[in-house]
């Protein structure tokens, strides 16, 4: 482990890993479950988001008002995130006030009650949810672009769930998806900031005892396994009517999983592509032809497969033109790779996109819990930055080479006809 770094794994299975950062006074705390929303049946489809939402709501020892209320009475902030292969619950306090924050999501994650009134009341907030997203053509293009490439395949599906899925699931549904697949060896609590790693296992120890986590002896859950490959889809076109003032356009195929090496050489790639003001695409599209307000790239990662792609927002009389250049910036990145300079720039963006994000406890704390339970172990800030060093104008070619000279998935949401190329 790093210096400041510690970890206990309790006989349940369930990991507390810590960083101590004594320059602060805050710290952050997460309790990071390894189930996401590619775990769920089509029948469970969203149980993942719809628990979320819920295990705020109530335990045998809180209401939902005292939940907010006793972290908020001190200042502190609690929320959750959920993903495809993951899902968070944190809290941000001062140090003084770690205690109560590891008592209330402890409690919240492992107690919860569901009761049937509030599995109503979320059904209803998830479903607006639902409908505000569909109002938001900039992010509905990239569950559109998920869907052309996995098909309906989970990592193809929204997080989120559908009115068709959410709707007739019951409270007994979403609580047996609780019960059983919420299980201490699938979790990770870290934390970071002003704390003591000893004091801090003392208090999720207390928080857990006597809750359905307190359980028997097991070995943590290994990270999820990257050795199957994921059948993806034959690259084609999707086009979602909708009257938008804005086309929006993501291009691009399969990327790389997590596990694949080449993830830091991928990395310097969508640097140069689209990964800021500097970018190709960037330079191109809007700085030289002010085609587009919004122009990059982007690669999502996860255990056993992964997309890169290409997001443009712009005047749907524009889109063929924008379309086109893109074509021509991938088919030249991937014939000829990338300059020296280029090189030098991806990587810098890479090292100091890394480091400054490690700047408060919250993103350490992060940090903790995905090397832990994405990857199994904590690569050293130091590692990292060599890895990324390491990378080569070669292997960056390689990798533009094999993802992008490949026939690529098209997705545009905007006021066109179904089905209906941009003319």
């Known amino acids: 482990m790093q210096d400041g770094v510690k970890k206990t794994v309790l006989p349940s299975g369930l990991r ?15 309790i990071w479950v390894g189930i996401g929303s590619r775990d769920e049946t089509p029948a469970l489809h969203g149980a993942s988001h719809f628990l979320e939402h819920l295990l705020f709501k ?25 993903t495809k292969e993951y899902t968070c619950y944190y809290a941000r306090v001062l140090d003084t006030d770690l205690p109560l924050a590891v008592d209330v999501l402890v409690d919240a994650v492992a107690d919860s009650i569901l009761d049937p009134a509030d599995v109503e009341t979320e059904r209803g907030v998830i479903l607006e949810e639902i409908a505000m997203h569909e109002d938001e053509p900039g992010d509905e293009v990239h569950d559109v672009f998920a869907e052309a490439i996995y098909g309906d395949h989970p990592l193809g599906r929204l997080i989120s769930g559908t009115p ?6 019951t409270r007994d549904q979403i609580n047996r998806f609780y019960r059983r697949r919420y299980t201490a060896p699938e979790i990770v609590v870290a934390a970071a900031g002003n704390l003591d790693h ?45 009257d938008t003032e804005q086309a929006h356009i993501v291009l691009g195929g399969p990327g790389l999983g997590r596990h694949d090496q080449r993830r830091f050489a991928l990395g310097v790639l969508n640097n140069v592509l689209g990964g800021g003001m500097s970018s190709r695409l960037f330079q191109e599209i809007r700085e030289k032809r002010g085609l587009a307000y919004s122009v990059y790239s982007y690669a999502s990662q996860y255990a056993d497969s992964g997309l890169i792609g290409v997001y443009a927002g712009c005047a749907p009389a524009k889109a063929r033109e924008v379309l086109d250049l893109i074509r021509l910036e991938l088919g030249r990145i991937s014939a000829d790779g990338i300059t020296a300079e280029e090189l030098v720039r991806g990587r810098g963006m890479a090292k100091g996109s890394y480091v400054l994000g490690l700047e408060d406890s919250g993103s350490r704390m992060s940090r903790l819990a995905k090397s832990e339970l994405l990857h199994g172990d904590l690569m050293g800030v130091d590692e990292l930055l060599a890895r990324v060093d390491a990378v080569t104008a070669e292997e960056v070619h390689a990798v533009a080479a094999e993802l992008l000279s490949k026939p690529l998935s098209l997705a545009v949401v905007g006021p066109f006809d179904e089905g209906e190329l941009p003319s």
């Not at 507390?16 to 997460?30: D, F, K, Q, V, W």
């Not at 020892?61 to 009475?73: G, N």
């Not at 290994?222 to 199957?228: S, V």
Request: hydrophobic content about 40%.
């Open 164 to 169: 068709d899925s959410i709707t007739p699931m």
């Open 58 to 82: 109530g335990t045998r020892k809180r209401t939902a008002l005292e939940i907010s209320s006793q972290i908020e009475a001190v200042g502190g902030e609690t929320n959750a995130f959920t």
């Open 16 to 30: 507390i890993i810590t960083e101590a950062i004594p320059t602060t006074r805050s710290a952050a705390l997460g």
């Open 198 to 242: 000893a004091t801090v296992v003392r208090l999720v120890r207390k928080a857990l005892a006597g809750t359905p986590l307190d359980t028997g002896q097991a070995d943590p859950a290994p990270p999820r396994a990257g050795n199957a490959k994921v059948r993806v889809r034959k690259a084609h076109d999707v086009v979602l009517h909708r």
